[in-house]
């Protein structure tokens, strides 16, 4: 088995740390962890990859060039997994200069490290580099919103709502530059709603559990109609891994779970789950409350995956029923990262 040098951007986070222990389990690949560690990112999401000495950590921020720069002239990396970015949208609102530094800004360095690295000049990829790969890990949210009906495809024009999908539309448009002019090996995926172990506990299921189990009211923004498709992190993980691996250069595969559920739904489910592996005197959805809406709040997204699914054989191996269980019975074993 062929072995790579992957660097894996923002691998202490949430779905950085789930590819970090897919790809170290699955393969024979030297695996360079970069974090800057900001509030998102923790080493507990990285403690069984920590045990494996092919596995090595780099604290950092992909905002430094001259670091990242020094980063590729030193370990020489074949692959780059880049999922290192501010993704929650409430922060973007009020700070939205981070997220213009950290994803767009972030993703150039890496963009120049790996054109420096792999290649003599537009077009003119090193021998050396012939099978180098960068793969940008997107979202479902630059491209708007969605009615009642429709899905998002790889062709849906980009209609960025808010800070956050702003700054990954122009990140995407980025690596799409580095692609049409330099030739730079590049794949993007955009991905629905993730979802499953080591997510922060900012996010929307982490705090339904959180707010459930510690008796507060459990905030739902609107009227909760808001509908989101949930992917669980696994499931997401193996697409990247095949979209890196056999996906079309310069292509965007879109990646999502086919599980389109109302906020309502997702919060009211979980209570259930709770009601059943925690009970107490009364049920956990007494807690449910309704919040004043977000600014821009998108009403809908939804994924269409079927390129993945045709060209590169992908499928979901959970339903949001079935990852739902599996993540509200870890953070029950996980209260700390609540």
């Known amino acids: 088995m062929n072995s790579n040098k992957v660097l894996?951007?923002?691998?202490?986070?949430?779905?950085?740390?789930?590819?970090?222990?897919?790809?170290?389990?699955?393969?024979?690949?030297?695996?360079?962890?970069?974090?800057?560690?900001?509030?998102a990112g923790n080493l507990?999401?990285?403690?069984?990859?920590?045990?494996?000495p092919k596995y090595?950590?780099?604290?950092?921020?992909?905002?430094?060039?001259?670091?990242?720069?020094?980063?590729?002239?030193?370990?020489?990396?074949?692959?780059?997994?880049?999922?290192?970015?501010?993704?929650?949208?409430?922060?973007?609102?009020?700070?939205?200069?981070?997220?213009?530094?950290?994803n767009i800004v972030g993703t150039f360095n890496l963009l120049q490290g790996a054109y420096k690295t792999w290649m003599n000049g537009?077009?003119?990829?090193?021998?050396?580099?012939?099978q180098a790969r960068f793969l940008h890990v997107s979202t479902d949210e630059v491209y708007g919103s969605l009615?009642?009906?429709?899905?998002?495809?790889?062709?849906?024009?980009?209609?960025?709502?808010?800070?956050?999908?702003?700054?990954?539309?122009?990140?995407?448009?980025?690596?799409r530059s580095y692609f049409h002019t330099y030739g730079l090996p590049v794949v993007t995926?955009?991905?629905?709603?993730?979802?499953?172990?080591?997510?922060?506990?900012?996010?929307?299921?982490?705090?339904?559990?959180?707010?459930?189990?510690?008796?507060?009211?459990?905030?739902?923004?609107?009227d909760g109609t808001n509908v989101r498709d949930w992917l669980y992190v696994q499931d997401h993980c193996i697409g990247i891994k095949l979209a890196l691996d056999k996906g079309t250069l310069g292509e965007t595969y879109n990646i999502g779970g086919r599980n389109e559920r109302k906020n309502l739904y997702i919060a009211n489910t979980i209570c259930e789950i709770l009601?059943?592996?925690?009970?107490?005197?009364?049920?956990?959805?007494?807690?449910?409350t309704f919040v004043t809406d977000r600014p821009g709040h998108d009403f809908r997204y939804a994924i269409d995956a079927t390129k993945l699914e045709n060209e590169l054989g992908w499928q979901a191996d959970e339903?949001?029923?079935?990852?739902?269980?599996?993540?509200?019975?870890?953070?029950?074993n996980n209260t700390d990262r609540l």
């Open 56 to 102: 090595k950590f780099i604290k950092g921020t992909i905002c430094d060039e001259p670091f990242v720069l020094e980063l590729f002239t030193k370990h020489q990396f074949d692959q780059v997994v880049h999922f290192a970015a501010e993704s929650h949208v409430d922060n973007s609102i009020t700070g939205p200069g981070t997220f213009v530094q950290t």
């Open 44 to 52: 507990k999401n990285l403690e069984v990859a920590s045990q494996n």
């Open 122 to 130: 537009p077009n003119m990829l090193k021998e050396a580099y012939a």
């Open 275 to 288: 009601d059943k592996l925690s009970p107490k005197n009364e049920s956990y959805k007494e807690q449910i």
């Open 147 to 175: 009615g009642e009906t429709g899905l998002f495809t790889e062709e849906t024009p980009y209609a960025p709502n808010s800070p956050y999908s702003a700054s990954k539309a122009s990140s995407d448009f980025m690596v």
């Open 319 to 332: 339903n949001f029923e079935s990852g739902i269980l599996k993540t509200v019975a870890w953070y029950l």
């Open 8 to 39: 894996i951007t923002g691998g202490a986070g949430f779905i950085g740390s789930n590819y970090t222990n897919y790809v170290l389990e699955h393969t024979n690949d030297e695996v360079y962890v970069l974090d800057s560690l900001t509030y």
């Open 189 to 222: 995926t955009n991905c629905s709603n993730n979802y499953g172990p080591n997510q922060h506990k900012e996010k929307l299921i982490p705090t339904i559990i959180r707010k459930a189990i510690s008796g507060n009211p459990i905030p739902i923004y609107g």
